[in-house]
């Protein structure tokens, strides 16, 4: 594109065409120099195409296109731009139309202008340009209508005609029938079709105001208003710029997936049909909005949040874009009826050919309406910086922790995290913070709709907060709802679990855990389970253990998703032990999933003299206890850095993990884990890191790594 532009831009501009029709507001540009820049430019790439290609001191060796691509691109790219120009020169009425080269010097430099200001798709600029380029040899409306017309030609109907095929595709045919096109294009099209509902419905507003904001088409009005009377008109255009205005606001909520959205937006989208009929039988506009609507009809299950809209975060680029479009009509209504003198009667003069005071109303309207759900926005209760948890915050966890299959819900009873509950309180999610992390721990805890619903109330919290959501040690469950939020999947390691049902020490496979565990039998060792109820008479037998590992270890109790030695905690489970005749040797917490689901440990330490197998014995018998009791797995946890990648076209997060797990003994024994767990033969899957990427990436490690660790200084210092 920007080739093409260059080529056929610095032609038109610097030879074609001498200049562009004085302007007061583009006094300064002169249209010649530009041109010779913009072949400047291009010249200077091809050179630098030609150098890159000939060297042989670039490291790693950059394969740039030829000359002779290069020149094919030009080709396909001002062929696009000519038949873009074409489409709205077509539309520009023919007695005050320029040239089509001086129209085409406009227009690239309309372009150039767009692209340059950032504005999404140049919304608003390039109109603007194009107004007070040609705004004296046009007439604004018929310029307005053209522009408006070559918009929806050009950018709406090629994608909601992408658009419709795809709810076609799924509706109809239905991807149940096609596993391996679904697998392959579900990922695309779920983050796809919300973010391109949104756009469209943030351009079915901006349609709808722009048309309040200009005439209707000539002769139209007349033969409406034979069929309705005068007041229905007048209601049908104020309520048409007021749908627009709700427009723009439901877009963002179509982008967030918020459900309250999508059946609003598709309401108002038919309302706004009909009142584009009522209005001034502008029948293209009402084809436009029906279209929009039967391109979001059948994807109602992308929409799927039970949030509240008003409670929705509009981000500074979102706030510009409506500002943008409601300056925009505005703009076009000061055009459009530049030649009627302003007096205070307007606003109250209502007639057939009253159209100046129809589009003043409607645009006050909107604005009013906008105004209205800004002040509810900043009327709502600020939020405040949540709390450790309080004991009745961990009294209404406990009901749901002990409903979850998964045994990481335990987590929470340990009251070193925070909790955020989802509105009908049957899930909650725990975190963290460091710096500018807020850290959850996990995935959501609870019913699978409440959750998915709590994952983005979290990034809703932390978007108030201005701090970076981030999702530590999740699994497979709700992956699909991390990159709906715009996050990063970072593989962490693999989760290593054992499937007891099918877990028989009596054979070849496991032959060292058996030996281990008639080796200390002999020995007069035992196991134990100790139930929860009599833990607390265990306690100082406990503490000893810990405080002689943490020596031997010479290191300290970590927090966050490490275990800590803390009485009150521990004498919520039961406590495995390994005994000989006069002592404790070893112990660790156990903790159930509901259902008999899952199994698992938490804390686990032992005497610096413990025999060796020690913790072979413990878990080997804790398994085959677990097998007897009906539990389906056991959880050993994640095997940190395990799986990744460290092939040449991995994800450099991948490779530089692999060299830390091969090389990085010296600090932890990542290892010497994997192969502890692999002993009892687990099935392994992955753990995962969402955040946000990019630079925020080694921010978002050093934070996680720091709330373990107990702050900065405890993470170079055991």
Same mark, same amino acid.
């Given at each position: 594109?920007?080739?093409?532009?260059?080529?056929?831009?610095?032609?038109?501009?610097?030879?074609?065409?001498?200049?562009?029709?004085?302007?007061?507001?583009?006094?300064?540009?002169?249209?010649?120099?530009?041109?010779?820049?913009?072949?400047?430019?291009?010249?200077?790439?091809?050179?630098?195409?030609?150098?890159?290609?000939?060297?042989?001191?670039?490291?790693?060796?950059?394969?740039?296109?030829?000359?002779?691509?290069?020149?094919?691109?030009?080709?396909?790219?001002?062929?696009?731009?000519?038949?873009?120009?074409?489409?709205?020169?077509?539309?520009?009425?023919?007695?005050?139309?320029?040239?089509?080269?001086?129209?085409?010097?406009?227009?690239?430099?309309?372009?150039?202008?767009?692209?340059?200001?950032?504005?999404?798709?140049? @919304?608003?600029?390039?109109?603007?340009?194009?107004?007070?380029?040609?705004?004296?040899?046009?007439?604004?409306?018929?310029?307005?209508?053209?522009?408006?017309?070559?918009?929806?030609?050009?950018?709406?109907?090629?994608?909601?005609?992408?658009?419709?095929?795809?709810?076609?595709?799924?509706?109809?045919?239905?991807?149940?029938?096609?596993?391996?096109?679904?697998?392959?294009?579900?990922?695309?099209?779920?983050?796809?079709?919300?973010?391109?509902?949104?756009?469209?419905?943030?351009?079915?507003?901006?349609? @709808?105001?722009?048309?309040?904001?200009?005439?209707?088409?000539?002769?139209?009005?007349?033969?409406?208003?034979?069929?309705?009377?005068?007041?229905?008109?007048?209601?049908?255009?104020?309520?048409?710029?007021?749908?627009?205005?709700?427009?723009?606001?439901?877009?963002?909520?179509?982008?967030?997936?918020?459900?309250?959205?999508?059946?609003?937006?598709?309401?108002?989208?038919?309302?706004?049909?009909?009142?584009?009929?009522?209005?001034?039988?502008?029948?293209?506009?009402?084809?436009?909005?029906?279209?929009?609507?039967?391109?979001?009809?059948?994807?109602?299950?992308?929409?799927?949040?039970?949030?509240?809209?008003?409670?929705?975060?509009?981000?500074?680029?979102?706030?510009?874009?409506?500002?943008?479009?409601?300056?925009?009509?505005?703009?076009?209504?000061?055009?459009?009826?530049?030649?009627?003198?302003?007096?205070?009667?307007?606003?109250?003069?209502?007639?057939?050919?009253?159209?100046?005071?129809?589009?003043?109303?409607?645009?006050?309207?909107?604005?009013?309406?906008?105004?209205?759900?800004?002040?509810?926005?900043?009327?709502?209760?600020?939020?405040?910086?949540?709390?450790?948890?309080?004991?009745?915050?961990?009294?209404?966890?406990?009901?749901?922790?002990?409903?979850?299959?998964?045994?990481?819900?335990?987590?929470?009873?340990?009251?070193?995290?925070?909790?955020?509950?989802?509105?009908?309180?049957?899930?909650?999610?725990?975190?963290?913070?460091?710096?500018?992390?807020?850290?959850?721990?996990?995935?959501?805890?609870?019913?699978?709709?409440?959750?998915?619903?709590?994952?983005?109330?979290?990034?809703?919290?932390?978007?108030?907060?201005?701090?970076?959501?981030?999702?530590?040690?999740?699994?497979?469950?709700?992956?699909?709802?991390?990159?709906?939020?715009?996050?990063?999947?970072?593989?962490?390691?693999?989760?290593?679990?054992?499937?007891?049902?099918?877990?028989?020490?009596?054979?070849?496979?496991?032959?060292?855990?058996?030996?281990?565990?008639?080796?200390?039998?002999?020995?007069?060792?035992?196991?134990?389970?100790?139930?929860?109820?009599?833990?607390?008479?265990?306690?100082?037998?406990?503490?000893?253990?810990?405080?002689?590992?943490?020596?031997?270890?010479?290191?300290?109790?970590?927090?966050?998703?490490?275990?800590?030695?803390?009485?009150?905690?521990?004498?919520?489970?039961?406590?495995?032990?390994?005994?000989?005749?006069?002592?404790?040797?070893?112990?660790?917490?156990?903790?159930?999933?509901?259902?008999?689901?899952?199994?698992?440990?938490?804390?686990?330490?032992?005497?610096?003299?413990?025999?060796?197998?020690?913790?072979?014995?413990?878990?080997?018998?804790?398994?085959?206890?677990?097998?007897?009791?009906?539990?389906?797995?056991?959880?050993?946890?994640?095997?940190?850095?395990?799986?990744?990648?460290?092939?040449?076209?991995?994800?450099?997060?991948?490779?530089?993990?692999?060299?830390?797990?091969?090389?990085?003994?010296?600090?932890?024994?990542?290892?010497?884990?994997?192969?502890?767990?692999?002993?009892?033969?687990?099935?392994?899957?992955?753990?995962?890191?969402?955040?946000?990427?990019?630079?925020?990436?080694?921010?978002?490690?050093?934070?996680?790594?720091?709330?373990?660790?107990?702050?900065?200084?405890?993470?170079?210092?055991?």
């Amino acid at each position: 594109f920007w080739v093409a532009l260059a080529a056929l831009g610095g032609l038109v501009l610097s030879l074609l065409v001498p200049g562009v029709a004085p302007s007061p507001y583009l006094h300064f540009i002169s249209t010649r120099a530009l041109g010779v820049s913009l072949l400047v430019a291009l010249a200077a790439y091809l050179v630098a195409l030609t150098a890159l290609r000939r060297s042989t001191r670039v490291h790693p060796p950059i394969e740039p296109p030829s000359v002779t691509m290069t020149f094919a691109q030009i080709g396909i790219g001002t062929t696009d731009l000519l038949l873009m120009g074409s489409v709205l020169y077509v539309l520009l009425p023919a007695a005050s139309a320029p040239s089509y080269p001086e129209f085409l010097a406009v227009f690239l430099l309309a372009l150039i202008l767009g692209i340059v200001s950032q504005v999404p798709g140049g @919304l608003g600029v390039f109109e603007g340009s194009l107004l007070a380029m040609l705004g004296a040899r046009i007439p604004p409306p018929e310029l307005a209508a053209a522009l408006l017309m070559f918009r929806a030609i050009y950018y709406l109907l090629p994608l909601i005609a992408a658009i419709v095929l795809i709810a076609v595709r799924e509706g109809v045919h239905g991807l149940d029938r096609a596993p391996l096109l679904r697998s392959r294009l579900g990922a695309w099209v779920r983050e796809l079709v919300p973010q391109a509902l949104a756009i469209t419905t943030l351009v079915g507003g901006a349609v @709808l105001l722009f048309s309040g904001a200009t005439p209707s088409t000539r002769g139209r009005l007349s033969w409406l208003h034979h069929v309705l009377p005068l007041p229905v008109i007048e209601t049908s255009h104020f309520l048409g710029s007021l749908v627009g205005a709700a427009l723009l606001v439901l877009a963002r909520g179509l982008q967030r997936r918020l459900d309250a959205a999508y059946g609003l937006s598709l309401a108002l989208l038919l309302a706004g049909a009909l009142l584009s009929i009522a209005k001034g039988f502008d029948y293209e506009e009402a084809i436009l909005l029906a279209l929009m609507a039967a391109a979001l009809a059948p994807c109602r299950r992308y929409f799927y949040r039970e949030a509240s809209l008003l409670g929705d975060r509009f981000t500074v680029e979102w706030i510009a874009t409506i500002l943008v479009v409601m300056i925009g009509s505005a703009w076009l209504a000061t055009f459009a009826f530049k030649h009627v003198e302003y007096s205070h009667e307007l606003w109250w003069a209502f007639a057939l050919r009253a159209e100046a005071p129809r589009s003043m109303r409607a645009i006050v309207g909107a604005i009013a309406l906008l105004v209205i759900v800004a002040i509810a926005r900043l009327l709502r209760p600020a939020v405040r910086r949540a709390p450790r948890p309080l004991p009745a915050d961990i009294e209404r966890a406990r009901p749901i922790v002990e409903r979850s299959p998964n045994t990481h819900a335990y987590l929470a009873l340990r009251g070193d995290k925070s909790l955020l509950f989802s509105e009908r309180g049957n899930a909650f999610l725990m975190y963290g913070r460091a710096a500018q992390s807020w850290i959850a721990l996990g995935d959501p805890v609870g019913p699978p709709d409440e959750a998915r619903e709590l994952a983005w109330q979290f990034r809703d919290l932390c978007d108030r907060h201005g701090a970076r959501a981030v999702f530590f040690e999740v699994g497979l469950a709700y992956l699909d709802v991390y990159l709906d939020l715009n996050l990063q999947l970072h593989k962490l390691g693999e989760e290593a679990r054992v499937d007891l049902r099918t877990f028989d020490i009596h054979g070849a496979r496991h032959r060292d855990l058996r030996q281990a565990s008639s080796r200390l039998a002999r020995k007069g060792y035992r196991f134990e389970l100790v139930s929860n109820e009599n833990t607390a008479g265990l306690v100082p037998a406990l503490a000893e253990i810990s405080e002689a590992w943490l020596t031997q270890k010479a290191t300290r109790e970590k927090g966050f998703s490490n275990a800590s030695f803390e009485p009150r905690y521990l004498s919520q489970f039961p406590i495995a032990l390994v005994r000989d005749n006069t002592k404790v040797i070893a112990f660790a917490n156990v903790l159930r999933g509901a259902a008999h689901t899952e199994l698992s440990v938490d804390l686990m330490r032992h005497r610096p003299d413990a025999p060796n197998g020690t913790m072979d014995f413990l878990f080997t018998e804790l398994l085959m206890w677990g097998k007897a009791q009906g539990y389906s797995w056991f959880n050993f946890g994640m095997a940190p850095l395990s799986g990744l990648a460290e092939r040449g076209g991995a994800p450099l997060w991948h490779r530089a993990g692999a060299l830390i797990y091969q090389h990085g003994e010296h600090f932890y024994n990542f290892q010497g884990l994997r192969r502890f767990k692999g002993k009892f033969d687990p099935q392994w899957s992955p753990r995962y890191l969402a955040c946000a990427g990019g630079i925020a990436l080694p921010y978002v490690l050093l934070d996680v790594a720091s709330l373990i660790a107990g702050g900065v200084k405890g993470i170079v210092a055991k």
